[in-house]
């Protein structure tokens, strides 16, 4: 099963200009002045020599720049507070009935933003005066400060001149509001300046950059600490370079912006916290959490605090709980706060969708039987599962030729998706099926329909022959 020890780093951190002295510093090839570049030195160390996995951990541990992901579709309101009921036999929020979204933060609230002016213009410069922030009884301050905390979430540094720049003035605004509550409820730091806001988050697992190798980070970190002291850096790989434009810490031209650089570089990796944060951090950031695999402080913590707790979220990230006897789902109804879309378009989500459900109408618990909180999968089963579907779906909704050729491809990736949505996860050289899997399947039937899955819809037909490989 996958751990969560990861977030109980990010212990409660400065709000103000990013890392302060706790940077790293120096070119390449020579030391800093400041003596603080052996840090980012022994880092650059540590990733290089790490495997892929603790180095994708150790980025997150240091950077803490990621999207939360949560699942799609939101709960019926009638049954969304059901800790008594178990996700294998409560509702569903079948795919049929979904309509799917492209992943990815997509819509900011504009309510009094205004236009964004570019950089270095007399009102989007770097020194224009801040934004003036709207009096805590204003009906539309709630709205504004739910918007900025959703856009951070999703986006942990947005530039005024970036992509999510729209967004900007309303961070701004309430950037006092914002820096306490992120820090009080999720021990997470922010700070904001004239042209950026970058949210330090804690370290997850699973949370890497995409393509990214050990010798990849380790020149990321090397590269930021020298451009964060205003040093001429090496050439980076294609892929830090990237990055770092994607940051805008480089532009088109290679120019640096060293401010941001600094609000960048890497800090040390965060003390630990109690079962507060370390559950609260989970339950925003992660798509489901299950009491099973709580430490007993943080169980006994989540159990005592559900209802506070989803009220809480749902004020501060307009987030609505679905409670289960299993644990805690925070949904997004906009279906926007999440980096992977589940459901979604395209090849994979849809394939993922279609393989949970096959497979919870074959493992199912009857509804007489103990819902523990995950089941074992047999292997055959996901490769017979996979190519059912493959079979009946494919070729008639135009999924990615490449997959269709390759199952073992496909079986891959697939598995993947649904491990980093939570409904599956590892278990030795097996997986198991999580009980919010069951979300996404048919209502379970009372009764097994005869000669097919426990749970099988009743009109199912006999298992098709397999082609020859």
Not at 7 to 22: D, L, N, S
Request: charge should be negative; charged fraction near 25%.
């Amino acid at each position: 099963m996958e751990r969560h020890e990861y977030a109980t780093g990010a212990g409660e951190a400065p709000g103000g200009t990013g890392i302060g002295r706790a940077g790293g510093a120096g070119r390449l090839l020579a030391p800093a002045r400041t003596g603080l570049y052996p840090c980012a030195e022994r880092l650059a160390d540590r990733f290089a020599q790490a495997p892929p996995e603790d180095a994708d951990a150790l980025y997150a541990a240091v950077f803490g720049l990621y999207g939360a992901r949560h699942l799609g579709g939101a709960p019926e309101p009638s049954c969304a507070d059901s800790p008594d009921t178990s996700w294998w036999h409560g509702p569903t929020a079948h795919p049929a009935s979904l309509r799917a979204r492209p992943a990815g933060y997509r819509r900011v609230r504009r309510d009094g933003a205004g236009p964004v002016e570019p950089r270095g213009t007399a009102a989007g410069g770097r020194h224009r005066k801040p934004e003036r922030a709207p009096a805590a009884d204003q009906p539309e301050t709630a709205a504004e400060r739910r918007a900025a905390a959703r856009l951070l979430l999703a986006q942990p540094l947005v530039t005024a001149g970036g992509p999510h720049g729209a967004g900007f003035p309303l961070i701004r605004r309430h950037a006092g509001w914002l820096t306490a509550h992120f820090r009080e409820l999720l021990g997470y730091s922010l700070a904001v300046g004239p042209t950026y806001a970058r949210l330090r988050k804690a370290p997850l697992p699973g949370r890497g950059l995409p393509g990214f190798e050990p010798a990849g980070y380790a020149e990321l970190a090397l590269g930021l600490a020298g451009l964060a002291e205003g040093r001429e850096v090496a050439a980076f790989r294609p892929e830090v370079r990237r990055v770092l434009t994607e940051w805008q810490v480089l532009d088109a031209d290679g120019e640096a912006d060293r401010e941001l650089a600094v609000a960048l570089a890497p800090q040390a990796e965060p003390p630990s916290v109690g079962p507060e944060l370390t559950v609260r951090r989970l339950l925003v950031e992660t798509p489901v959490v299950l009491l099973d695999e709580l430490a007993p402080d943080e169980r006994s913590w989540l159990v005592g605090r559900q209802r506070a707790e989803t009220e809480l979220f749902a004020d501060f990230l307009g987030l609505e709980a679905e409670i289960r006897a299993e644990g805690v789902a925070l949904l997004d109804p906009a279906d926007e706060l999440t980096d992977l879309a589940l459901p979604g378009t395209g090849t994979l989500p849809q394939a993922a969708l279609l393989l949970a459900e096959r497979l919870v109408e074959e493992l199912r618990p009857l509804p007489e039987e103990a819902a523990p909180p995950a089941v074992l999968v047999p292997d055959a089963l996901i490769d017979g599962a996979l190519g059912d579907i493959t079979d009946e779906h494919g070729l008639r909704e135009g999924w990615e030729p490449g997959y269709l050729a390759d199952l073992t491809a496909f079986r891959r990736d697939a598995l993947d998706l649904l491990h980093r949505m939570g409904l599956i996860a590892p278990a030795g050289r097996n997986w198991v099926l999580r009980a919010p899997a069951a979300r996404y399947a048919p209502q379970a039937e009372l009764h097994p329909a005869p000669g097919s899955g426990r749970h099988s819809r009743p009109s199912a037909a006999p298992p098709r022959q397999r082609r020859p490989a």
